[in-house]
């Protein structure tokens, strides 16, 4: 069974400040999706990293997929209260079609 | 604009009492999927339907079952709702069909903004 664990489960902090989180997994995926769930709302898809250290940057948030492709990192600069959810990774079960495993998802408040 | 609506956004009942939840989609995916999200946890693929063929996840309760009559509607059926089955249960959508070899890149879910279920 492919699993996908996130660190941290819970981050409180400043607006203005950096952070990063992590999906960890020992299984090889084909590629990674993050997603971003705020309250009340389902997730939305914010990017998705394919191959084996490849970086993508979306405006503040930077995305980052581990060279043999067992990880993959979320970094955020500068947060702001708007940046607060729920944000998960997720990865093909088995690396085939749809099916998506997700990990526990790490829990971000900013605050004003 | 295209999108996943589900319906209704909160849904309140008693325990043992059949509830249903809907979805519709005006994307005309192929693919929809049912999640099952606790509190603070990860979404939990519950089935998904591919065209009308019906998948169920080898976990997933008797309990829960499933209908999509047409392409735009799928719905979650919870024949006997117990106190564990307060959720928010998701409903997803995506386009090409979950063949073996597809890269996930060519794939995004796409969420609507779920059920709220509370079973008193």
């Known amino acids: 069974t492919q699993l996908l664990e996130q660190s941290p489960q819970f981050l409180s902090i400043q607006e203005g400040e950096n952070l990063t989180v992590y999906c960890n997994s020992s299984?090889?995926?084909?590629?990674l999706q993050w997603y971003r769930q705020e309250p009340g709302e389902g997730p939305v898809l914010l990017v998705t990293?394919?191959?084996?250290?490849e970086v993508k940057k979306l405006k503040r948030l930077t995305f980052q997929f581990g060279d043999a492709r067992k990880d993959s990192s979320l970094h955020i600069t500068a947060a702001q209260p708007g940046d607060t959810g729920l944000y998960l990774c997720?990865?093909?079960?088995?690396?085939?079609?749809?099916?998506?495993?997700f990990g526990g998802g790490t829990r971000l408040m900013v605050k004003p | 604009d295209a999108m996943v609506i589900q319906n209704p956004r909160y849904q309140v009942t008693q325990f043992g009492k059949p509830v249903t939840l809907s979805c519709s989609q005006t994307l005309n995916h192929n693919v929809m999927y049912w999640y099952q999200q606790k509190s603070s946890q990860a979404p939990k693929l519950l089935f998904h339907?591919?065209?009308?063929?019906?998948?169920n996840e080898a976990d997933t309760p008797d309990n829960f079952q499933s209908r999509r009559p047409n392409t735009s509607f799928c719905f979650l059926d919870i024949r006997s709702p117990g106190l564990g089955d307060a959720a928010m249960y998701l409903c997803a959508t995506s386009d090409k069909p979950g063949l073996a070899g597809v890269r996930l890149s060519d794939n995004e879910q796409f969420f609507g903004p779920g059920t709220r279920l509370t079973v008193l």
């Open positions: 339907y591919y065209d009308k063929d019906f998948n």
């Open positions: 990293v394919v191959t084996g250290g």
């Open positions: 299984s090889v995926f084909s590629s």
């Open positions: 997720a990865g093909p079960i088995n690396n085939a079609g749809n099916m998506l495993t």
